[in-house]
């Protein structure tokens, strides 16, 4: 039975949170396999907006399960505010969350870590979240940090907890210049997070591979994007897990070949929050045309997105590097009333070329984009259910795109609610696989 991941092959915000929700109808368990409360993920039907952090997308079908997976970093502040709400919304999550006992805790240091290396960087600064994610994926690779299941135990969350704090504490006080964290006071407040956690807490990596084998239907999803993932993305500027498809095995203990399909979801143009290289960024009226239209502003923190035109050489490296079986495209709507849209087909920098995405910052900052650009389309696309009802502008467009990526695009999303998506019944029967 099916195993489908959903990854973002941008900078994050493709719209990840309405497929995954929608698939959700039909899926048993959705498990999140990394990131935290930085991801935003927005799912919009019958009138309300939902926004989920941490808690999965599958969150608003009431018959699915969810799971945070190892790979997760989890503030426990964070997650029972998120709960709360869902909560007094009618989405009901007891025995529907399920958090591994070995995902990484983020404590309130991690936030304050995080937002004072931000200033520490001056000009340099990432434009994180704040959420602590940085610093709690560091701890966690320097074997300093504790996992939910330390929560459970008081003694040894004492030990554990003191150590890791006795060293921040150095680190505020002494380079940041911040007042120090009263370690026995994080300690209890710790110790009550693990009592309440405790009926959440699983190993989830045995109950995924059970589901499994019980040919459940499981949904991964990823959160961020591609060009934000840890090895492959803009680094620095990126976060710090592995939000490629490379990233789902190790982050919820199911075999890497377990996956049977993977899915990747893309705007029909490029957004990106915090700083870093955008090569097809439109720092003027077109960018915030875009905006505009398409509401820009980001899901977890406010910020107003930057935006630009479809970049082909990333979304194509992203699709590479995560294996994409099928695209969705999605705000399609949002480029209409544009005269002329652009693709970005290639980099230049002096008399070099670039097809491949590079590396260096350097190369990144400097080079320009190469556009192909096509003629827009004025109607308004959200009342379009089938492919046909689209212009044939809107038609050209989606299939210059899927040329340049060599990824089949099998759905277009033209609004964000549930019902605004159109599933290419051609192209789905072309690729041999059956689509929802
Ligand atoms: P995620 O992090 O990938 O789940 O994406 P976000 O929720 O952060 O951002 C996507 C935004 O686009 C949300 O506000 C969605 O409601 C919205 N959205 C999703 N699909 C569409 C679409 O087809 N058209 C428009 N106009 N908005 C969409
Ligand atoms: P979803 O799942 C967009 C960005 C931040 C910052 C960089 C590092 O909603 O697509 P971090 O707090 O992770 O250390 O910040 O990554 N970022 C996102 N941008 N969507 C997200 O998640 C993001 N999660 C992190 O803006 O540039
Ligand atoms: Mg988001």
Known sequence: MPII?????????????????????????????????????????????????????????????????NGVVVDPEHLFKEIRELESAGIELRDRLFISSRAHVIFPVHRELDISAEK????????????????????????????????????HLARRLRALLTEKNENLARVYGRPVIDIENAIDSAREYGEKLKPFVHDTGALL????????????????????????????????????????????????????????????????????????????ETGAKIRERGREFGATTGRPRRCGWFDAVAVRYACEISGVDELSLMCLDVLSTFEKINICTGYRLGSQSYREFPAALAVLDGVEPVFETMNGFDQDLRNCRKYEDLPKNAQTYVEAVESMIKVPIVKISIGPDRSEIIT????VSRAGRTQR
């Open 120 to 155: 520490w960087k001056g000009a340099g600064r990432l434009g994180t979240t704040g959420r602590g994610i940085g610093p709690t994926y560091a701890d966690k690779a320097a074997r300093t940090g504790l996992r939910i299941c330390d929560l459970l135990d008081r003694d």
């Open 209 to 284: 591979r059970a589901a499994n084998a019980r040919g459940e239907r499981i949904v991964l999803e990823g959160a961020q994007g591609a060009m934000l993932d840890l090895d492959h993305g803009t680094y620095p500027f990126v976060t710090s897990s592995s939000t490629c498809a490379g990233g789902f095995a190790a982050g919820t203990g199911l075999p890497p070949r377990a996956l049977t399909k993977l899915l990747g979801v893309a705007k029909a143009y490029s957004t990106r929050v915090g700083e870093g290289p955008f090569v097809t960024e439109q720092n003027n």
């Open 424 to 427: 290419r019944a051609e192209v």
């Open 5 to 69: 991941g959903v990854v973002g092959v941008q900078w994050g915000d493709e719209g990840k949170g309405k497929i995954i929700d929608m698939l959700a109808a039909d899926a048993d368990i959705v498990a999140r396999f990394a990131g935290g409360n930085n991801a935003g993920h927005t799912v919009v039907f019958e009138g309300k907006k939902f926004v989920l952090h941490l808690v999965p997308s599958g969150a608003l079908n009431p018959n699915t399960k969810n799971v945070i997976g």
